[in-house]
């Protein structure tokens, strides 16, 4: 079982709609739970993190962490065609024999068009 | 992709060779990593390093080697080049809650 399962999309959603992205893992020591953006030809970036099960807002974005039941997810809310990019979820040991361990799902390729 | 520096950009092996893929970092953070880009795999991590003088095994490590030189510098080794090690590499590095990336090293192997 892989550590960090992401569902793969593709999904195209048309200006405006709401988004969710979501991932499932397995490890219950896993303390960082992140969301990373990916253009076409370039490394990822950090969208957001959070500890902690609960929400973390930011602008558009909100991220969701349920720890009892190993679930994440990002919405974004008012999709513009410039969100149009691979989302992938990540999650960091932060404890134990694989500290420093950035784990990454397999990415979601989202499409937003006008 | 500020602090990352990834080399070559691109690449073009012959089965069996070997190389060496270079990475680093001006940000002086511990955390140092290799991944590998795949069609519908996401990033698959060959090899990360928490900090200088250690590395650990990731999910993809078979058919590479790794060395962390010093805090700086992450450098990554196929021995024996096989088409299935044709990727996008990426390093990337990183200290808590964030990992920066580099730009990638597009690697095909023939």
């Known amino acids: 079982q892989k550590e960090v399962e992401q569902d793969p999309g593709p999904l195209s959603v048309p200006e405006g709609a709401i988004v969710s992205l979501n991932c499932t893992y397995s490890n219950s020591a896993f303390q960082y739970f992140m969301w990373y953006r990916q253009y076409s030809r370039k490394g990822p970036e950090l969208l957001m993190y959070t500890y902690s099960s609960g929400n973390k807002e930011d602008g558009r974005f909100t991220a969701q962490v349920d720890k009892s039941s190993k679930y994440i997810s990002l919405f974004i809310r008012d999709s513009q065609p410039s969100d149009s990019a691979t989302y992938l979820c990540a999650i960091l040991n932060a404890g134990g024999t694989s500290y420093g361990k950035l784990t990454f799902g397999q990415g979601t390729i989202l499409t937003v068009h006008p | 992709n500020a602090g990352v520096t990834q080399t070559p950009k691109f690449q073009v092996l012959k089965t069996g060779q070997s190389m060496t893929l270079q990475c680093a970092q001006d940000?002086?953070?511990?955390?140092m990593y290799w991944y590998r880009q795949d069609p519908g795999m996401g990033l698959r991590l060959i090899y990360y390093?928490?900090?200088?003088?250690?590395?650990d095994k990731g999910e993809v490590p078979n058919g590479y080697n790794v060395s962390r030189l010093n805090k700086r510098e992450f450098s990554l080794r196929l021995e024996s080049a096989a088409p299935s090690q044709t990727s996008v590499y990426f390093c990337a590095e990183g200290e808590n809650t964030e990992a920066f990336f580099g730009q990638g090293t597009r690697l095909t192997v023939v």
């Open positions: 390093s928490a900090s200088e003088g250690t590395t």
């Open positions: 940000m002086n953070h511990n955390s």
